[in-house]
């Protein structure tokens, strides 16, 4: 491995994870990406992380809301990280 990029490429068809800004969290199979890490997911499971404050008590409420998506595509700008699968 020569440069960074070269870890994401050895992903290439395999299941990666990848934190993006806004607390959402993205796993699926890597297909494609580019250098500004654009990348095409499939069967993708979404997370989306929310926090809200109660009125009454003032505790925070954290929720997760999942859903599947067949194939998408994520704008390099708002990846946080990418982490490959585990290799033993």
């Known amino acids: ?42 069967d993708v499971e979404e997370t989306i992380t929310t926090t809200e404050e109660d009125e009454e008590t003032g505790e925070e409420i954290v929720s997760k809301k999942t859903r599947s998506v067949g194939m998408l595509f994520v704008r390099g700008d708002i990846v946080v990280l990418v982490s490959p699968p585990l290799r033993v």
Do not use: T, W
């Open 1 to 42: 491995m020569e440069e960074p990029l070269d870890l994401i490429k050895l992903s290439i068809d395999e299941r990666v994870y990848v934190k993006c800004r806004n607390d959402r969290e993205l796993r699926g199979r890597l297909h494609a990406f580019d250098q500004h890490l654009n990348m095409v997911l499939s």
